[in-house]
C-alpha cells in the first residue's frame, strides 16, 4: 500500500488561493501518476485533474471545472506532488484528495489504487 499525505487546506476567501501538497512515504512518486480529486457534502468524488509519472513527461489534464484556475506540479527531490488552486470559488468547497497510480486514465477515482486522508478546502463568498 502506497502512502500519500495531503496538506494546505484552509479557509480562504473567494478570489484567494491555496497551494495543497501531497507527500509520499516509502515509495518514489515520480514513477506513478497522482490525481487529485475532491468530495463536497453530499456530493460524489469528483475528479479535479492528474499527472502522469515522469516517464510519461509529467503531462497534466484538468476538470473543466478548474481548467486556467489550478495547476498540478511535481518536485521529486522533496517527492511531493502539488495542486496550486487560483481564483477559488465557492464551489471549490470540499475534502480533497490525491491517488496514485500507474497513470491517469479518465480520472475515474475507482481506478486508483492508493489515496491519502484527504484535506479540508473551505471557499468563503
Known amino acids: 500500500q502506497l502512502q500519500l499525505v495531503e496538506s494546505g487546506g484552509g479557509l480562504v476567501q473567494a478570489g484567494g488561493s491555496l497551494r495543497l501538497s501531497c507527500a509520499a512515504s516509502?515509495?518514489?512518486?515520480?514513477?506513478?501518476?497522482i490525481g487529485w480529486f475532491r468530495q463536497a457534502p453530499g456530493r460524489e468524488r469528483e475528479g479535479v485533474g492528474c499527472?502522469?509519472?515522469?516517464?510519461?513527461?509529467?503531462?497534466?489534464d484538468y476538470a473543466d471545472s478548474v481548467k486556467g484556475r489550478f495547476t498540478i506540479s511535481r518536485d521529486n527531490a522533496k517527492n511531493t506532488v502539488y495542486l496550486q488552486m487560483n481564483s477559488l470559488k465557492p464551489e471549490d468547497t470540499a475534502v480533497y484528495y490525491c491517488?496514485?497510480?500507474?497513470?491517469?486514465?479518465?480520472?475515474?477515482?475507482?481506478?486508483?489504487?492508493?489515496w491519502g486522508q484527504g484535506t479540508q478546502v473551505t471557499v468563503s463568498s
Open positions: 499527472i502522469q509519472s515522469s516517464e510519461r513527461e509529467g503531462s497534466t
Open positions: 516509502g515509495f518514489s512518486l515520480e514513477y506513478y501518476a
Open positions: 491517488a496514485a497510480d500507474w497513470g491517469c486514465s479518465a480520472l475515474v477515482p475507482a481506478d486508483f489504487r492508493s
